[in-house]
């Protein structure tokens, strides 16, 4: 028996470790394509891209369909990453297209993870990730669009936790999707933006998304101190 728990114990650090790695790179992939892009911003011009893509539209939406999938599965990677890449590689109205899609796919799979694993699943998050525990508080207390939505829009907790969590918590998918796709289209927006913008770092239309998105940042910070505060008020 005792065997059968280390060998258990020794295959989830290899997937961890795995996981992590897979995470590290590439995250460390999207960085390299998005400095080069910068170092490189002269040569590569906005009709340049806009034949490319579309030459190989199809192709190219698939492509970044695909790394959202991935990323469902990889917490470390930041989605604003993604979503600043398809600011780059499609036209503002298809990359904030491209983008919502994406955000339907990345926080999908979680939610039908937790879903299939049932309310039981709800115990292990919370031991993994204790800042879920504010989330589950509020679950049962709070409008579930409401909480959905200002968890999205705040990004107080990480993406894919959440999604598994509302899953696991019985939310209708209805109702769960519709409130992550309002929560993330700031970030969408903002992101997007400052993809298409990325050949000139110093333009108002950057500067102006990066300001933006952080005061989005600012504002979960400041919220996130409060509902702390608030907690341990309520604790003592």
Known sequence: MMHDKNSNKSRFDIRK??????????????LALFILFVIYREQITADQITKFTSANKIAAVLFMLLIFAVKS???????????????IIFPIPYAILVNILGTVVMTSIPYFIGKKAGGKYIEKLLVKHPKLDMLNE???????????????????????????????????????????????????????????????????????????????????????????????????
């Open 17 to 30: 470790a795995l996981h992590t790695v897979l995470a590290v790179l590439f995250t460390a992939f999207m």
């Open 73 to 87: 599965f990889c917490v470390f990677i930041y989605c604003g990453i993604l979503y600043a890449a398809s600011g």
């Open 138 to 236: 509020a679950h049962g207390a709070t409008n579930s669009f409401f909480l959905s939505f200002t968890v999205r829009i705040t990004g107080l907790l990480p993406s894919d936790i959440v999604s598994a969590f509302f899953g696991a918590s019985g939310v209708s998918y209805g109702t769960y999707i519709i409130s992550t796709i309002l929560g993330f289209l700031p970030m969408i927006g903002a992101f997007s933006v400052m993809g298409m913008s990325a050949h000139d770092v110093t333009s108002p239309t950057f500067l102006t998304a990066a300001g933006v998105q952080l005061g989005i940042m600012l504002l979960s910070c400041i919220l996130y101190i409060f509902i702390r505060k608030k907690k341990t008020k309520r604790n003592v």
